[in-house]
């Protein structure tokens, strides 16, 4: 099946901004996702992007996508203690699979 | 609005007994519906998908089944538990994005 690739652990002092990345191998990937994941709670869908973007912006959340190198990354600005949780990138090609990232875990430190 | 629901939330079953666990979605039409473990290592592992009625797809053979007797109704079935089973069960559906419910905490002693 497709890699989808991200580091495991990232901690950030309350305010500043993170940055988590993900790198994935199918180069037919049509749309790339990031959910959030609280404790003991389902995934939530924060943004997603499709192929033919090169950046989304919604509010404190930024989606840069670079499709040559296959990587993808999500910035929170101004991050907060509520953004503790671990963040999940996935792609779709277009069919009925999703692959995950094993996810990150944000850490924010008040 | 489409929403998912799953039950129950959590479960503590012994060795050897037979699961049950049920995914149904409101608002939305022959939704593709997945099934996926989560280990306590953090990683999404896909169990089952289908895209209709009565059409199953097994993505990991193991002692677990599944079903979908109506349109927006997905049950995960065992008939026997075994201790690795234990994990959180997400359900989720799917078009274009994929939502998910709000998982199931089984706990196989």
């Known amino acids: 099946g497709e890699d989808v690739e991200q580091s495991l652990f990232l901690s950030v002092r309350e305010g500043d901004s993170s940055v988590i990345n993900c790198t994935y191998t199918?180069?037919?990937?049509?749309?790339l996702y990031w959910y959030k994941q609280e404790p003991g709670a389902g995934l939530q869908l924060l943004t997603y992007?499709?192929?033919?973007?090169d950046m989304k912006q919604d509010q404190r959340l930024t989606v840069l996508l670079n499709k040559k190198d296959k990587h993808l990354s999500l910035r929170i600005a101004d991050t907060q203690t509520g953004d503790s949780a671990i963040y999940f990138c996935?792609?779709?090609?277009?069919?009925?699979?999703?692959?995950f990232g094993t996810g990150t875990s944000l850490t924010v430190i008040p | 609005s489409q929403t998912i629901h799953q039950w129950p939330a959590t479960l503590v079953q012994p060795v050897g007994s037979p699961l049950s666990l049920e995914c149904t979605v409101e608002?939305?039409?022959?939704?593709?519906l997945y099934w996926y473990r989560q280990a306590a290592g953090r990683g999404l592992q896909l169990l089952f998908y289908?895209?209709?009625?009565?059409?199953i797809s097994s993505e990991v053979p193991q002692n677990l089944s599944a079903s979908r007797p109506q349109d927006r109704q997905f049950i995960l079935s065992s008939k026997k538990l075994l201790l690795s089973d234990s994990g959180f069960y997400l359900c989720?559906?799917?078009?274009?994005?994929?939502?998910f419910g709000p998982g199931t905490r089984l706990t196989v002693l």
């Open positions: 289908s895209v209709g009625i009565g059409q």
């Open positions: 199918d180069s037919s990937s049509t749309y």
């Open positions: 989720a559906w799917s078009a274009q994005k994929q939502f």
């Open positions: 992007i499709f192929s033919n973007m």
């Open positions: 996935a792609e779709n090609a277009g069919g009925n699979q999703f692959y």
């Open positions: 608002g939305t039409s022959n939704p593709n």
